[in-house]
């Protein structure tokens, strides 16, 4: 079965994701089969931000599993239609406490920019600003995968930095607005 899947997926150019017995049970291999033999395929990679990255030949054997279509999936093949989108060096990141935080707000929020909001412990949040004050700042959080995760209020003392216009920060912001 699991050949004559790959041998499908090959000959219709669909994405899939294949996990192997040589990697972590939750990680795929995720691109289209470019070439494929009866014990071998290679597989065209795609990293997360929907480029293609080079080719990986695996032993139709040492396959666990094939996924064909996933939410994850569906995502990605919209973030690689939009890729050249993307702006590899405009990245932003402020390593700067609380108050000292302030003068950007505004403009991250007059812009509607997507930020990820750094706290103490490795800790972040991610989405726009909608709200603030001299103490406070409301946030509209967004999950990685784009998702609308409500609303909260946090103290600006608490903030150690921020980073906006990053690839990741990109994407989220990309599949916020497919939404």
């Known amino acids: 079965m699991i050949k004559e899947f790959l041998l499908r997926a090959h000959n219709e150019k669909t994405l899939v994701g294949v996990t192997t017995q040589l990697i972590a049970w939750d ?3 995720i691109g289209y089969i470019i070439d494929m033999d009866d014990n071998y395929f290679t597989i065209n990679e795609m990293d997360e931000y929907g480029a293609l990255i080079g080719n990986t030949t695996i032993a139709i054997q040492d396959v666990l599993h094939i ?3 996933s939410w994850y999936m569906r995502n990605l093949l919209f973030i ?4 050249s989108t993307f702006a ?3 990245r932003v990141t402020l390593w700067k406490k609380g108050g000292e935080l302030n003068v950007h ?5 007059e812009n509607r920019i997507l930020t990820r909001f750094f706290f103490e412990d490795d800790n972040f949040v991610i989405g726009m600003i909608k709200d603030l004050n001299t103490e406070h700042v409301m946030i509209e ?3 990685q995968d784009g998702s609308w995760e409500g609303v909260t209020i946090y103290k600006i003392n608490d903030l150690i ?3 906006y216009n990053g690839l990741e920060e990109q994407k989220i912001q990309l599949l916020f607005k497919k939404r």
């Open 141 to 143: 959080n967004i999950g």
């Open 27 to 29: 990680e795929s291999i």
């Open 105 to 109: 707000f505004e403009y991250i929020k």
């Open 88 to 90: 590899s060096n405009s």
């Open 67 to 69: 996924e064909p279509e």
């Open 80 to 83: 690689h239609s939009k890729a």
């Open 161 to 163: 930095g921020l980073r």
